[in-house]
């Protein structure tokens, strides 16, 4: 037992003298003594830093909702109110930013609100399909033949959080909400060609607040094709902004509470207005700054489990979340900001990992030789026969700053089963990548731009079995002279 004693007296002693020689000296660059932060600066600093690096996470965090309010505030400076439709007529083009955006099918997108009351989206019987999310991006319902409604039409109600008023009891599929902000999106899906009645049908759908159900007001179509819209979340003191915009809008959920804590002292906080002093913008604008590059991270180089489509290939699956976005310990914060900060909406179908309708993506970011692909260069994807998708696949281009479409002279960074490819003997395609056509493939060539990095996204529609149980593989993007 002496013995016992005289050792952890002496580690004691040992401990005591290491923890005095720090903090006497200094952490992290910050001077202490006898314990304490040796001036008032040294407790500054550190104040500065405890709040950058909570707004490092807080951005990364809140990504999934800025989004979406920056849909709508873009949507917004265009003349769009609530229940208003944007929507791509003609295919979309490279002209506005959206991310991942797909130039292969006509869809329309709208925002809704809430807060001051329930609202109606009445779909009419078409044959379309959609999603209603909140600015989260979790699903709330689907619409169209994919939604309850099998594609017959119906009137959809969404009740408000906390709502007391008024529920009908008929005519209408009752949808509860947690939020306030919605945006909804809808697909139109093109029979024989036949663009224009694919767009009528769309066009067919209202959006109007409950109240004034006996005489809505007409919604507005801005067409995509020819517009120049900004939906992107930039990083900047912006950023926070639609952030607090965002928060002062809905409620605040359980989940949430800790960031809600970390953003006061960030100068943002429920029931105020946004108006950081001169400190906070400084530390707002490096958190800002730091989150997106960390967040570039998670996008280009995921680390999640299960990323990998193909043992020794670069290619990787874009969606590796739940439509809940949550584990079965944790909430899916990483996946989620894998996911949305390169794309928008979720739906469950979306999440689904094996053959049947609907749709599955997988992206890749480098060529055979593990190099980011560069737009300067020359590049070759050779699309296998017999590609796993019952309805058609696409490969699109997308710039690696924005996230959005290549905005390439043609305005079209994409190319798809439905086009008149040059076809291998074989079966296989051969796609080209480059400033400048190869001769003779012409139709295979989408331009890329010098300067510019971009990444390759595979969209299979209504995938079959070999897209999963490896029978198919893509190569990697090879370079070429």
């Known amino acids: 037992m002496k013995t016992t004693k005289t050792k952890s007296k002496l580690a004691t002693t040992i401990f005591s003298g290491l923890f005095a020689a720090i903090m006497a000296s200094s952490v992290y660059g ?22 950058m690096q909570r707004a490092t ?22 003349g769009l109110n609530y229940g208003d439709m944007i929507i791509a007529d003609d295919y979309a083009n490279s002209n506005s930013l959206f991310l991942t955006a797909n130039t292969t099918t006509i869809y329309a997108q709208s925002n809704f609100t809430l807060k001051d009351g329930p609202v109606v989206i ?19 319902t689907d619409i169209g033949l994919a939604g309850p409604d099998k594609g017959k039409g119906a009137k959809y109600f969404f009740v408000p959080p906390a ?11 009752v949808i509860q909400a947690t939020q306030n902000s919605h945006n909804f999106m809808i697909r139109g899906l093109v029979d024989n060609g036949d663009v224009g009645a694919a767009v009528a049908s769309m066009k067919k759908t209202k959006v109007y607040p409950y109240a004034e159900r006996a005489s809505p007001k007409p919604n507005s179509f801005v067409s995509l094709t020819d517009a120049k819209i900004d939906t992107l979340p930039h990083v900047g003191l912006e950023y926070w902004q639609r952030l607090s915009n965002f928060i002062n809008d809905n409620p605040v959920e359980e989940r949430d509470r800790f960031f809600m804590a970390s953003l006061k002292f960030l100068g943002i906080e429920k029931g105020k207005p946004f108006n950081p002093d001169a400190r906070q913008k400084k530390i707002l604008l490096e958190g800002a700054q730091l989150g997106d590059a960390m967040a570039r991270a998670t996008l280009f180089a995921p680390r999640i489990e299960g990323a990998q489509v193909w043992e020794g290939r670069s290619w990787k699956w874009a969606v590796l979340l739940k439509p809940d976005q949550r584990g079965e310990n944790y909430e899916q914060i990483d996946e989620r900001l894998h996911w949305f900060y390169g794309a928008i909406y979720m739906t469950p179908a979306m999440a689904l990992r094996g053959p049947g309708p609907g749709s599955q993506y997988i992206q890749t970011f480098v060529d055979s030789k593990h190099n980011w692909l560069d737009g300067a260069n020359s590049y070759k994807l050779t699309i296998p026969a017999n590609v796993p998708a019952k309805d058609f696949w696409s490969i699109t281009l997308y710039d ?41 493939f012409e139709s295979n060539w989408i331009e890329t731009l010098p300067k ?3 990444f390759v996204w595979l969209r299979a529609y209504h995938p079959t079995e070999g897209l999963f149980d490896g029978s198919w593989k893509l190569s990697d993007v090879e370079r070429v002279k």
């Open 30 to 51: 910050q001077d202490f003594h006898q314990g304490y932060p040796a001036n008032t600066k040294s407790v500054q600093n550190l104040y500065d830093e405890m709040d």
């Open 122 to 140: 009445d779909v009419p019987n078409a044959r379309f399909v959609g999603m209603v999310d909140d600015y989260w991006q979790r699903s709330l």
């Open 57 to 78: 996470q807080a951005y990364m965090w809140s990504f999934p909702a800025v989004s979406f309010q920056s849909m709508y505030e873009g949507s917004k400076a265009e």
């Open 163 to 173: 709502y007391t008023g008024e529920i009908p009891s008929e005519g209408y599929i």
């Open 400 to 440: 690696s700053e924005t996230r959005s479409l290549v905005q390439n002279k043609s305005t079209q960074p994409a190319v798809s089963s439905y086009d008149k490819l040059k076809v291998n003997a074989d079966g296989s395609v051969d796609l080209y990548f480059a400033p400048k056509a190869p001769k003779g």
């Open 452 to 454: 510019k990095g971009f």
